[in-house]
T-cell receptor, first 113, second 114 residues
Framework: KNQVEQSPQSLIILEGKNCTLQCNYTVSPFSNLRWYKQDTGRGPVSLTIMTFSENTKSNGRYTATLDADTKQSSLHITASQLSDSASYICVVSVSGGYNKLIFGAGTRLAVHP | EPEVTQTPSHQVTQMGQEVILRCVPISNHLYFYWYRQILGQKVEFLVSFYNNEISEKSEIFDDQFSVERPDGSNFTLKIRSTKLEDSAMYFC????????????FGPGTRLTVT
């Protein structure tokens, strides 16, 4: 069964600190892996998209890594800001179809002053 | 910047009633999707739509659900006879392609079935 697991479930950090969120997936056939940011009550917003041949991708203070062999990904947030408080969702796209997305449960990040 | 819009933002309906959720995808996009998120749970895929027909649907998308692109701009999700368990946030998304193409999500419609 296609699954995406994320850890930790929630995280509290102080403003200015870094953090790393983890994602493990068992999705086949694999097309690409995405990280989304979702503010409470809002739609997900894409941060990065990586295919199996890409090991890392950055978007400002967000850096995602992908190990397609171990089926693991991470999202590193540098110099956190209060506005980074949100859920961060790992999403894997299934190959061969119309981009069906399999969502993880997300990591809820709270950045405190 | 173009964006996906959805109406209404919040819909309250009684069990057994029909509801139609509306979405206006980004204008040059060809692929359209509906997802739902029950409070506190994962976002779940419902259906994808391309070339005026359903291309893929999940097991959640049973006979009570239907989608339509009635004109060149709107994309709708209809639930024929709502159940309490249909209460969720429903997100529309659109994309200009498949594979690694970005899916842009709307702000969602919160459906409450009483």
């Amino acid at each position: 069964k296609n699954q995406v697991e994320q850890s930790p479930q929630s995280l509290i950090i102080l403003e200015g600190k870094n953090c790393t969120l983890q994602c493990n997936y068992t999705v086949s056939p694999f097309s690409n892996l995405r990280w989304y940011k979702q503010d409470t009550g809002r739609g997900p917003v894409s941060l990065t998209i990586m295919t199996f041949s890409e090991n890392t991708k950055s978007n400002g203070r967000y850096t995602a890594t992908l190990d397609a062999d171990t089926k693991q990904s991470s999202l590193h947030i540098t110099a956190s800001q209060l506005s980074d408080s949100a859920s961060y969702i790992c999403v894997v796209s299934v190959s061969g179809g119309y981009n069906k997305l399999i969502f993880g449960a997300g990591t809820r990040l709270a950045v405190h002053p | 910047e173009p964006e996906v819009t959805q109406t209404p933002s919040h819909q309250v309906t009684q069990m057994g009633q029909e509801v139609i959720l509306r979405c206006v995808p980004i204008s040059n996009h060809l692929y359209f999707y509906w997802y739902r998120q029950i409070l506190g749970q994962k976002v779940e895929f419902l259906v994808s739509f391309y070339n005026n027909e359903i291309s893929e649907k999940s097991e959640i998308f049973d006979d009570q659900f239907s989608v339509e692109r009635p004109d060149g701009s709107n994309f709708t999700l209809k639930i024929r006879s709502t159940k309490l368990e249909d209460s969720a946030m429903y997100f529309c998304a659109s994309s200009s392609g498949t594979g690694s193409y970005e899916q842009y999500f709307g702000p969602g419609t919160r459906l409450t079935v009483t």
